[in-house]
Nanobody, 118 residues
């Protein structure tokens, strides 16, 4: 059973920063990693992804403000959120592509709330 552990969300004022993390405390193989978010009434949307070779991709709305990174030794993906805006308020989910039971599968974290006040 693969379990993802997210942390780092919270309440912050506009212009502030947060750092999210998502770890898998198991000996596993992870390929691509990513962060998504879902605001009330909206569909889940891509925030950022990072490949196994650390190539990154960002949604236009977060470019220049958010940074995704990974620590392969610790099976952890991070999302640094800077210059936060009220419209960044959402539940943030990590998504990892993991080799398990002889195939690649997508796994989701439990979600962590980020609330940005104006």
């Amino acid at each position: 059973q693969v379990k993802l552990v997210e942390s780092g969300g919270g309440l912050v004022q506009a212009g502030g920063s947060l750092r999210l993390s998502c770890a898998v405390p198991q000996s596993i193989v992870i390929r691509n990693m990513g962060w998504y978010r879902q605001a009330p009434g909206n569909q889940r949307e891509l925030v950022a992804t990072i490949t196994v070779s650390s190539r990154t991709n960002y949604a236009d709305s977060v470019k220049g403000r958010f940074t995704i990174s990974r620590d392969n030794a610790e099976n952890t993906v991070y999302l640094q959120l800077n210059s936060l805006k009220p419209e960044d308020t959402a539940v943030y989910y990590c998504n990892l592509e993991i080799w398990s039971e002889s195939r690649w599968s997508d796994y989701w974290g439990q979600g962590t709330q980020v609330t940005v006040s104006s």
